[in-house]
């Protein structure tokens, strides 16, 4: 529940952020009062720095609260690297619509999926083969998958509790030696999805006029 919160929680203001600034952006486009590189990257620096004080907030709150085992620095990078690739998904969406309440209205259609792929709520051997792929274009796959390893790799207690820990680590196909693995699919999918949206942006600017 806490990454279903910092997934959805930093993706909705995203989102809605450049449909609303779409005209005043095109008015200074137009003028070449910048580039369009120049306006997203401008974005993309605010977004990381108010994006890992918001994630640093919560991340106190819940991880002492609820007293997790893993490293809070683990635990900070894992939520602020999920936060980022759920923006640059959710940017990609705002930069395609101009009506900010129709990409809010998509928005579920791309993130509500995540929470059946993602081998937490329904194991992967429930999905139908044909749609099990999906999984791995989910930047929430890999979040759980390191969140679960950090939290319950090194055992749970007893020998019972280890025993449902290794069944959940191993029914979301975690796998320890490939954690680096997971970091790097996170990494990939932020920078594919702002690449994408940046290169929808400018197709969007250019055709405008």
Aim: some cysteine; aromatic content about 18%.
């Amino acid at each position: 529940m806490v990454i279903l919160m910092c997934m959805f929680g930093t993706a909705q203001p995203a989102l809605l952020a450049f449909p609303e600034e779409r005209p005043v952006f095109l008015r200074e486009y137009s003028t070449n009062h910048y580039s369009v590189f120049s306006y997203f990257l401008s974005r993309l620096t605010m977004e990381a720095f108010i994006t890992a004080l918001q994630i640093l907030v919560q991340a106190v709150i819940t991880y002492f609260l609820i007293e997790f085992r893993s490293e809070f620095f683990m635990y900070y990078l894992n939520m602020y690297v999920l936060a980022m690739s759920s923006t640059a998904l959710a940017v990609f969406l705002g930069c395609s619509v101009e009506d900010p309440k129709l990409g809010q209205e998509l928005l579920p259609l791309l993130f509500v999926p995540q929470m059946l792929f993602a081998g937490f709520f329904v194991a992967p051997e429930l999905i139908p083969v044909w749609l099990r792929w999906a999984r791995y274009l989910c930047s929430l796959t890999y979040s759980i998958r390191i969140a679960l390893l950090q939290e319950f790799g090194n055992g749970c207690g007893s020998e019972a509790a280890d025993m449902a820990c290794t069944q959940l680590i191993s029914n979301v196909g975690a796998v320890e030696d490939d954690s680096w693995w997971y970091w790097l699919i996170l990494a990939a999918l932020f920078a594919f999805f702002r690449l994408l949206a940046l290169f929808v942006l400018q197709r969007k600017a250019v055709k405008f006029f």
